[in-house]
């Protein structure tokens, strides 16, 4: 069912900018705005208390401060480290939570404002992520264990959480159909506009324009690129997608690669993954038939049978 | 008398021996063989016993100790409000197209974005 809105007409956006980037909300009914914002921030405050690794009081930090020990942990941080780790399965370890220590090494151990301008540092020497299986999970008692020596950073999966439990909240609450893009990775719930909610599609976060905008019915729908969080490691140009097998940033394939899934954290866990396999990507997601536009760094587009592409991306 | 007995009987068993060599080596041979298929027998049973014993054991303090292996929980997958209690499950969908589907697996959404030439609120892959 389509609510008559058309989507021509939902031009009032609640920004903000929290956990690191912005947010963005959009709701089929105007006079639904400000509670959906009300309901949208408390969402983002509750994983940000959760789930950061860069708060010295987040639920996480001190999971992480306990490595070796079994943790009770709240319900929040159990579903948020449970989807990472099913996350981590479903892309075969590409997209692992385990990457904390990597991380921290790269520089990256505070928020990312603070590690644009670049860091001191050498680069560490390629070592492989302790991986997903060194995290136990007792579901009966809601309890995590993580391997000595080993930090979660559940960055990859914690944003995309969010915009989909906030989503799901907002309509829940309010009935209305809602978008929820946390930089850039939506999540749609509840009944769409006429034609869907428009996204716009950039090739790169240097794009002043999209490229390219589909209508999103239902699901989610992220981008995830190299460019969008570089920082100079010394000399050397680093990103925060993390290869697990090396521990240092994937080799650059492509650009961005965005995915349309089932949820937000299926898409944004498959646009990860395509950046870290490289060339390999296409055949993976057209396994999956999920949407996917790929920017090659050369600018080419490639997208899957499932995407709509557009007449430029059809010539490639 | 019970000296000179005994003296004869001793006699006779020297002389029986001396008589028929092979036999008396054959019967040492079969008492021998039969002694070391009952110890046989017996160090089977100890191991079958030890083997199954250990199993039990290790059965029990598997289950005692929690939390050491990965056990995948039976909610449903990233995207929905969940809680997993033993014996059942809470799932809060709310919202379609958020809920994970089939729980497990990365799945195309309900319906494949389209193209539009609606501008467009918000973008993806800018930021």
């Known amino acids: 069912m389509t609510s008559p809105i058309d989507a021509g007409a939902l031009t009032r956006v609640y920004r903000t900018h929290q956990l690191g980037t912005v947010a963005e909300l959009v709701v089929t009914n105007s006079g639904d705005l400000f509670d959906a914002s009300e309901l949208l921030n408390r969402e983002l405050e509750r994983i940000d208390r959760v789930a950061s690794r860069f708060r010295a009081d987040s639920e996480l930090t001190a999971l992480n401060a306990a490595a070796g020990t079994d943790v009770p942990v709240s319900e929040d941080l159990y579903e948020a480290v449970d989807t990472a780790i099913r996350m981590a399965e479903a892309t075969e370890g590409l997209v692992d939570p385990t990457i904390g220590h990597a991380l921290e090494s790269l520089g990256y151990d505070r928020d990312f404002q603070d590690v644009a301008p670049g860091v001191a540092g050498t680069m560490p020497a390629p070592c492989p992520v302790p991986g997903w299986r060194a995290v136990g999970m007792d579901p009966q008692h809601r309890i995590v264990t993580v391997a000595p020596g080993c930090t979660l950073d559940l960055g990859a999966t914690a944003k995309a959480l969010a915009a989909d439990k906030a989503a799901a909240t907002i309509h829940e609450h309010l009935g209305c159909g809602v978008l929820v893009s946390l930089g850039g990775d939506a999540s749609v719930a509840g009944p769409p506009p006429t034609g869907g909610f428009a996204i716009g599609v950039a090739d790169s976060c240097r794009s002043l324009t999209p490229a390219q905008t589909v209508a999103v019915f239902s699901g989610g729908l992220a981008s995830s690129g190299i460019d969008t969080r570089r920082w100079r490691l010394d000399k050397t140009m680093v990103h925060h997608i993390v290869d697990p097998t090396t521990g240092l940033p994937a080799t650059p394939c492509w650009r961005t690669v965005s995915v349309a899934a089932a949820n937000c954290v299926q898409a944004n866990a498959a646009s990860t993954a395509a950046c870290i396999m490289g060339t390999s990507a296409v055949e993976w997601l057209e396994a999956r038939r999920l949407p996917a536009r790929l920017v090659g760094r050369d600018g080419t587009v490639h997208c899957t049978s499932a995407w709509p592409c557009s007449d430029e991306a059809a010539a490639s | ?127």
């Open chain 2, 1 to 127: 008398m019970c000296v000179s007995e005994f003296v004869s009987t001793l006699t006779r068993m020297v002389e029986a021996r001396e008589s028929n060599p092979s036999q008396v080596r054959r019967a040492a041979a079969l008492r021998r063989d039969r002694a070391l298929s009952r110890v046989s027998g017996i160090t089977a049973g100890i191991g079958i016993a030890s083997v199954a014993g250990l199993g039990m054991i290790g059965f029990y303090v598997a289950k005692a100790f929690p939390g050491h292996q990965y056990a995948h929980p039976t909610t449903p997958s990233a995207g929905t409000s969940s809680t997993n209690v033993a014996g059942g499950v809470e799932q809060n969908t709310g919202a379609t197209g958020n809920t994970g589907v089939g729980g497990q697996g990365i799945t195309p959404p309900p319906t494949a974005p389209q193209s539009t030439p609606v501008a467009p609120p918000v973008t993806s892959g800018a930021s």
